[in-house]
T-cell receptor, first 116, second 110 residues
Framework: NAGVTQTPKFQVLKTGQSMTLQCAQD?????MSWYRQDPGMGLRLIHY???????DQGEVPNGYNVSRSTTEDFPLRLLSAAPSQTSVYFC???????????????FGPGTRLTVL | DAKTTQPTSMDCAEGRAANLPCNHS???????VYWYRQIHSQGPQYIIH???NNETNEMASLIITEDRKSSTLILPHATLRDTAVYYC???????????FGPGTSLSVIP
C-alpha cells in the first residue's frame, strides 16, 4: 500500500492563480480531510469528507473548495491564491466504523505552497 | 475549538521517561482521548487513544484520571527521535471532525 499520497510536494503560485492539490489513498478509507499548518502553529482543519459525495467545512474553509467523487481521491482547490494561503498542506484519511470512535488518521507527506 | 490544553514546551533527558500532560476538563462521557505526534516537517502520526482505562502499546502509555478531566502520555525511555510536537485530542465518534490544538513541543536532550 502506498498509504496517503500528495502531489505536488512543492508549489509556487502567483497571487490570483488557481491550482489543485491532489490527495489519494489506497486504504479504502471513508474519512478524508485537509489541514493547513503555518509556521509555529498546529494544524487547522480546512475541509473534510465522510464518504464519496459528502463534504463539510472545517475551521478555515474560506478560499478553498473540495469535492469527493471517489473514495480514493480528495482534491483541494484554491480558486484565487492569496499570500495568506502560503502554508504546508496535509491530507489525511481514516476508516469509519459507525459510531465507534477508533479512527487512526494516516497523514500524507504534505505539500509546501508559497503564494507570491 | 480545541477541547484540550497542553503545555507549550517540555524538555526530557534522553533515556528518561517523558510525561506529557493534557487537560480536558470539559470532556463528555462518550469522548475518547487521542494522542498524535508530529516530527519536524512530517505529517502527524497516531500514538495511542483511550476512554477511561489506562492504555499501553509499543510506543507509549496513556494514563487517564478517574474523573477523566486530564491525562498523561508517557514515553517510557525517550530517545532523540522522540523530539516532536505532541497533540492531545478529544472526540466522540468516527464521524466527528478532528481538531488539533497547538500541542506540546517535546525536546529530548542528550
Amino acid at each position: 500500500n502506498a498509504g496517503v499520497t500528495q502531489t505536488p510536494k512543492f508549489q509556487v503560485l502567483k497571487t490570483g492563480q488557481s491550482m489543485t492539490l491532489q490527495c489519494a489513498q489506497d486504504m479504502n478509507h471513508e474519512y478524508m480531510s485537509w489541514y493547513r499548518q503555518d509556521p509555529g502553529m498546529g494544524l487547522r482543519l480546512i475541509h473534510y469528507s465522510v464518504g464519496a459525495g459528502i463534504t463539510d467545512q472545517g475551521e478555515v474553509p474560506n478560499g478553498y473548495n473540495v469535492s469527493r467523487s471517489t473514495t480514493e481521491d480528495f482534491p483541494l482547490r484554491l480558486l484565487s491564491a492569496a499570500p495568506s494561503q502560503t502554508s504546508v498542506y496535509f491530507c489525511a484519511s481514516s476508516r469509519l466504523a459507525g459510531d465507534y470512535p477508533y479512527n487512526e488518521q494516516f497523514f500524507g507527506p504534505g505539500t509546501r505552497l508559497t503564494v507570491l | 475549538d480545541a477541547k484540550t490544553t497542553q503545555p507549550t514546551s517540555m524538555d526530557c533527558a534522553e533515556g528518561r521517561a517523558a510525561n506529557l500532560p493534557c487537560n480536558h476538563s470539559t470532556i463528555s462521557g462518550n469522548e475518547y482521548v487521542y494522542w498524535y505526534r508530529q516530527i519536524h516537517s512530517q505529517g502527524p502520526q497516531y500514538i495511542i487513544h483511550g476512554l477511561k482505562n489506562n492504555e499501553t502499546n509499543e510506543m507509549a502509555s496513556l494514563i487517564i484520571t478517574e474523573d477523566r478531566k486530564s491525562s498523561t502520555l508517557i514515553l517510557p525511555h525517550a530517545t532523540l527521535r522522540d523530539t516532536a510536537v505532541y497533540y492531545c485530542i478529544v472526540k466522540e465518534t468516527s464521524y466527528d471532525k478532528v481538531i488539533f490544538g497547538p500541542g506540546t513541543s517535546l525536546s529530548v536532550i542528550p
